[in-house]
């Protein structure tokens, strides 16, 4: 349990991670008092949502929890928390909290703005790790939007959903944005040196990916191939 950096009015509590994802646990962020906004809470996990509730009694109780995206690690163990759970749409305000849509990570997925520049960010990107983006149709350039999105407003810290505080926002966006564009960069030339199977564009523009990442690997390769497609950038057929 910490508070963010030069906020006091922000509370991390971090849930157990019980998959057998990499990522650490989900962080369940408390904000402001009387009552307070609890934001992800996390797994159904019943300890995890007992130090919630301390924590928030602390505060003067739950007015709302808000959810970034309805996975299951973030959202899961809400309705256990007996208040209203709402999962906000664009420009929508709760508890203090301007929610902006940045979908890509999952269709829902929204970051949640306070007004002194501080941004929950749920898995558009993250404090440790890698953001998983889904190929299911135009998904990636929906989450290019929204980090692109999310680089105009002014940001002093993120919250993310796992891992640790971001206080240098500007670069951890720039990061990202410049890490995915590296991969589209490495598998265009690649396709138009006329590479056409997916074993070898995935050796060769996820080269620094160990074996064991590769089937993961397999799947943002996907997402990004979609984009071409859509984009209108993918020369022909591929081979299986
Ligand atoms: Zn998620």
Redesign the pocket.
């Known amino acids: 349990m910490s508070h963010a950096p030069g906020h006091r009015e922000i509370l991390r509590i971090v849930a157990p991670n019980p998959g057998p994802m990499t990522l650490e646990g989900t962080n369940t962020y408390l904000y402001g008092s009387d009552p307070c906004v609890v934001i992800d809470p996390g797994p159904d996990v019943e300890s995890h949502l007992d130090v919630v509730r301390a924590a928030a009694e602390e505060r003067g109780g739950i007015g709302t929890v808000l959810l970034t995206?309805g996975?299951g690690?973030?959202a899961e163990g809400a309705p256990r928390l007996g208040v209203e759970v709402v999962l906000p749409a664009d420009g929508e305000e709760h508890g203090g909290l301007r929610a902006v849509a940045t979908p890509g990570?999952?269709a829902d997925h929204v970051c949640l703005m306070t007004a002194d520049r501080v941004c929950f960010s749920?898995?558009l990107v993250l404090g440790e790790g890698s953001t998983f983006v889904p190929p299911d149709g135009g998904s990636l350039i929906a989450y290019m939007d929204s980090l692109r999105r999310m680089q105009a407003e002014p940001i002093e810290l993120i919250c993310p959903?796992h891992g640790p505080w971001i206080e240098d926002p500007a670069a951890k966006l720039a990061e990202y944005v410049e890490h995915r564009e590296m991969r589209e960069r490495r598998l265009l030339a690649a396709l138009e040196r006329g590479e056409r199977s997916r074993e070898a564009l995935l050796a060769e523009a996820w080269s620094d990916v160990p074996p064991e990442l590769r089937p993961a690997a397999a799947m943002v390769m996907q997402a990004h191939l979609e984009k071409l497609e859509v984009e209108g950038k993918l020369p022909g057929r591929l081979a299986n």
Do not use: F, L
């Open positions: 995206h996975h690690d973030h990570h999952a749920g898995d959903g």
